[in-house]
């Protein structure tokens, strides 16, 4: 007699038995439920209000709607950063990264209809463009913009400048931010073209150390909306268009220089375009008076630091009061707590005497001098109470306000000499 596999006896499985209540539930999907409370634990994170100026500035271009292109290295936070913006703008977020798409993926892809002879051919845009259009609002998120190729790169600037994909053209309720590794730690990057780097406000995405610690302890920072008052809006066209025409009108050279080196024209630099973003920028944060740190980082991600470094340095030229009404009333004059802007009123002071000589005016110049050494550095009155006391006429009698001086301007020029006669020893 032959036996085959099949004869062979095998061990039985225990027959499965109907599930009721928690029963149901197998040992393994229990473990995951656990896992699962852990994990709604450790996400269980609150926020504060902190002062933070990148935060402050990607906040304010993107509420002057303007493209915004955050360069930092990996892990650093940029993706969280615009989590946390479109929560706060109570946008839905869409997220495209930009290294894996190809270029008619932002210019449109082609479709032929029944009659090309009469309708053409439509380029037709992806369906997370459709998405957003129909919404009507929301913040569109190119990530890994530096590891785009230059096809992907150049079909992304009619995408960026005249938010066109395809035959669609995204609402005013879209805003754009886009996020970049510098080229060095990106994976197969490339340095981003001019004419695409040119239309972003560019700013550098760092890590606060307070705040990533403080933020693992469970407690993060919380951005908010720039507070634009309608009452200065008027007055902050005026005096960003004042700024910006003053230094152009002084500097023509700085209307369009485009950097020599490859890596710097990835970044920021002057131009038409860049200029007017400037202006638009200036014009929202003296609205909204925010702080001189978060201007800078503004202005000098769009034109520059150069540039932005010169009209940050004209805006402060601005703010100065004039000489002419300090002259008149120096009994109430308020002068600038900033050496090198005190330096500048005083100095603006003796040239408006010197251009205008009166007894008078004299005599309220060396008060204002007197106010400068009471209430900063002494050194600062040295140079314009020299300049001053060579300006003075025959049958001008000595101010008292020069005793106080003269003490002061003895020592400054004491230390001085003292200075170079050991520089000439060295």
């Not at 839905?92 to 930009?98: F, G, H, M, N, R």
């Not at 032929?112 to 459709?130: K, T």
């Not at 400048?161 to 990106?186: F, M």
């Not at 000589?357 to 900063?376: C, F, I, K, Q």
Request: hydrophobic fraction near 50%.
């Amino acid at each position: 007699m032959s036996f085959s596999v099949l004869d062979l006896p095998t061990t039985a499985e225990p027959a499965p038995q109907p599930a009721t209540g928690d029963a149901r539930q197998s040992v393994p999907a229990r473990r995951l439920d656990v896992a699962a409370d852990l994990l709604a634990l450790l996400g269980d994170t609150t926020t504060e209000l902190r002062p933070d100026p990148q935060l402050e500035a990607l906040m304010l271009a993107v509420a002057a709607d303007l493209p915004v292109l955050l360069w930092g290295e990996p892990g650093i936070g940029k993706t969280a950063a615009l989590n946390q913006l479109a929560a706060v703008l109570d946008l839905p977020l869409t997220t495209v990264i930009a290294s894996v798409h190809e270029p008619t993926d932002f210019s449109g892809l082609p479709i032929v209809g029944d009659d090309p002879a009469v309708q053409g051919v439509p380029m037709a845009p992806p369906d997370w463009a459709v998405r957003l259009v129909r919404a009507g609002r929301g913040l569109l998120f190119l990530d890994e913009l530096s590891t785009a190729p230059p096809a992907v790169q150049a079909a992304l600037l009619r995408l960026v400048l005249e938010r066109r994909v395809g035959a669609l053209e995204l609402p005013p309720g879209v805003r754009i931010v886009a996020a970049a590794n510098p080229r060095s730690s990106a994976a197969d990057g490339w340095e981003l073209s001019a004419p695409l780097a040119n239309r972003f406000v560019h700013l550098q995405w760092t890590h606060d150390h307070e705040v990533v610690v403080r933020g693992l302890g469970g407690v993060w920072p919380r951005a908010s909306l720039p507070r634009l008052d309608p009452a200065r809006l008027p007055a902050a066209v005026a005096y960003a268009r004042r700024a910006v025409c003053g230094l152009l009108t002084t500097r023509p050279g700085l209307v369009h220089k485009l950097p020599a080196g490859e890596t710097q024209r990835g970044g920021p630099w002057p131009s038409p375009r860049s200029w007017d973003m400037a202006l638009r920028l200036i014009a929202f944060a003296s609205a909204a008076d925010t702080s001189r740190e978060v201007l800078s980082l503004l202005v000098r991600g769009t034109v520059g630091d150069g540039p932005g470094l010169e009209l940050l340095a004209s805006l402060d030229r601005l703010d100065l009061p004039d000489p002419e009404a300090l002259l008149a009333d120096p009994g109430s004059a308020v002068l600038p707590d900033r050496g090198d802007l005190r330096q500048a009123v005083l100095d603006g002071v003796v040239a408006a005497v010197r251009a205008r000589p009166d007894r008078s005016r004299w005599d309220a110049a060396w008060a204002l001098l007197v106010l400068a050494l009471e209430t900063g550095a002494p050194d600062l009155v040295v140079v314009p109470a020299t300049t001053l006391a060579a300006l003075r006429q025959d049958g001008w009698d000595v101010p008292a306000a020069i005793d106080r001086l003269a003490g002061a301007v003895a020592v400054a020029k004491r230390a001085d000499r003292a200075v170079g006669l050991a520089g000439a020893r060295r």
